[in-house]
């Protein structure tokens, strides 16, 4: 049975394909490592007030949703900013699909005393379809993409798997 497209493989997606190939295949490096523990506590220690971490058929995971149909995700770092605006793109996508609009995203960075907004136009919605398509062939294929070395690998929870 193929697995759904979750809003951490788009988020993958832009940031490594290596990444979302192990990811997929339920190969787990962030146990333990320092980015993803500090991601952990943000969370934990940020936004206490709202209802958290609502799943969405185990495809979506918004990290909160205010009044006036706002889904919040929270991020440490505007670092991999584009990732980020794909993933939420993603969320509001779709609960399109399943009859929910008039529903806007934001990004919240805490730490940065920051928030962005992101909205899904007809662009977005043919390149999340291409995405979707690329994202089907990335994690079929029976061995992991080659490594393609970026800044970001040096803090990544694969690096080991990557590099060593």
């Known amino acids: 049975m ?6 951490v493989m788009i988020y993958y997606y832009y940031v490594c394909h290596r990444k979302l ?16 523990e500090l991601g952990k506590l943000i ?17 979506i995971n918004i990290d909160f949703i205010r009044s006036q149909g706002n889904l919040h995700e929270v991020k440490k770092s505007r670092s991999i900013e584009q990732a980020s605006i794909m993933q939420v793109k993603y969320y509001l996508y779709y609960l399109e699909q399943k009859g929910v609009f008039d529903i806007k995203g934001k990004i919240d960075y805490p730490l940065l005393r920051q928030t962005i907004e992101v909205a899904l136009d007809n662009s977005d919605r043919d390149e999340i379809g291409e995405i979707l398509k690329n994202i089907n062939e990335i994690v079929a294929i029976s061995v992991p993409p080659k490594v393609e070395k970026t800044k970001i690998c040096k803090s990544c929870a694969y690096h080991d798997l990557c590099f060593v």
């Not at 192990?22 to 993803?36: L, S």
Request: without cysteine.
């Open 43 to 59: 969370d934990k220690n940020t936004y206490v007030r709202e209802d958290k971490h609502i799943n969405i058929d185990n495809v």
């Open 2 to 7: 193929e697995k759904q497209i979750t809003g």
């Open 21 to 36: 190939w192990y990811f997929y295949h339920n190969i787990q490096m962030e146990q333990g490592n320092e980015n993803v």
